[in-house]
């Protein structure tokens, strides 16, 4: 959710220099090949992922992966004004990252025979789309449908309203009315709008189709089958139940600004767009299944993968690199954390890293040249 980090990496310049952070340590996890932890912990990696919170970032967390080679780092610090580094297997909110798992199902469903990439929303959601009729299920998919985006009607931080809306109950519905209410309608002049309205309607049709809620599909078919111990959908738990650094937000304007952890907060609000609540491993293991096939049948991962030249596909990013790998993945923003997390075409290159965001500076260079590094040197783990 571009609107959501955009936001809140404006929201906090105020107390910047509040956070010091605390010593860096990494470990390194694998077979007998593996590097030796403490060269690990010296190596570049590390380096990299302490300039993520030298550059805006309140802490940082990191899993990378070569093959059977595993490393990860931590830097800065698990609250603020604290001490504690984050954990290195820490759970957070996914956010966007969600839309890959809620894509992955719809594609599932058209492999199944159960829906078509050219069907409509008014035939899954007959009267929720006031042109449901010009609206496929392709276009939800790639954020081509021309549907407003909910979360730019939501009273973000440094709003105070927030405090009012983030612990409370939604239904997909009353947020897509707020969209349709209050964001406007795209003239579909631009062919690409980014929007999170599209995964709300999109786990709906998956709720109408399966007969459950998306989120017992997507439990049923990813988490379960891979075996992703620490990731789950919330809905309307507010609590993150795993070790977890803490998120914040800055609320109020100049005098009156404060800072409030706002690591509680209602999954509901983000839904199937951005729900996810996982850790770096269990996503690099996600991305990896399916990138090499296990999830997917080729056909719909050929379609799910964006071409040459083309960012985003069907809830997947692209990233090329200066160094000429593609990788893909997806980033993922909710309010208080921001993840990447990408794998190279072969599958035997990830890296997921995680933020609480913090500061003046923006910590995206940074966090950009530990995703080069990692996907470019295919002969170093550390």
């Known amino acids: 959710m571009k609107t959501i980090r955009s936001t809140l990496l404006a929201a906090t310049t105020v107390l910047a220099v509040l956070a010091a952070p605390a010593a860096a340590t990494a470990d390194t996890a694998a077979t007998a090949d593996t590097a030796d932890p403490a060269a690990a912990a010296r190596g570049g990696l590390q380096h990299r992922l302490d300039a993520i919170t030298g550059s805006g970032a309140l802490g940082a967390f990191a899993e990378v992966r070569r093959g059977d080679r595993v490393w990860r780092g931590s830097s800065g610090t698990a609250r603020l004004h604290g001490s504690e580094r984050p954990p290195r297997r820490s759970a957070v909110r996914a956010g966007s990252i969600t839309k890959t798992f809620t894509a992955t199902v719809v594609l599932q469903l058209v492999a199944d025979g159960e829906l078509r990439l050219g069907d409509t929303a008014e035939q899954w959601l007959p009267g929720v789309l006031p042109d449901g009729d010009d609206v496929t299920v392709r276009e939800l998919l790639s954020h081509t449908s021309g549907v407003p985006d909910y979360v730019a009607t939501l009273p973000l931080p440094p709003r105070p309203r927030f405090l009012d809306i983030r612990l409370r109950d939604w239904t997909a519905t009353q947020l897509i009315e707020r969209a349709l209410t209050h964001g406007g309608q795209d003239d579909r002049v631009e062919p690409f709008s980014y929007s999170s309205t599209n995964y709300l309607l999109l786990g709906m049709i998956v709720e109408r189709i399966t007969g459950q809620p998306y989120a017992t599909a997507i439990e049923e078919r990813i988490i379960d089958r891979l075996g992703l111990q620490h990731t789950y959908l919330p809905g309307t738990t507010v609590r993150i139940r795993a070790p977890h650094p803490h998120g914040y937000a ?40 399916l990138l090499d096939g296990t999830l997917l049948p080729r056909r719909q991962l050929q379609a799910m993968t964006p071409p040459f030249g083309t960012p985003y596909g069907l809830g997947l990013m692209r990233r090329d690199l200066d160094c000429g790998v593609t990788a893909y993945g997806h980033d993922g923003d909710s309010l208080g954390y921001v993840t990447w997390t990408f794998v190279d075409r072969a599958a035997d290159r990830q890296v997921t890293i995680s933020i609480t965001p913090w500061g003046s500076a923006d910590p995206e260079p940074a966090v950009n040249a530990m995703l080069e590094r990692v996907l470019c040197r295919p002969d170093r783990v550390s």
């Open 250 to 289: 800055m609320i109020g304007r100049g005098d009156a600004a404060r800072a409030v952890d706002i690591t509680r907060m209602n999954g509901s609000l983000l839904g199937a767009a951005g729900e996810v609540i996982s850790t770096a491993a269990d996503l690099n293991r996600f991305y990896e299944a």
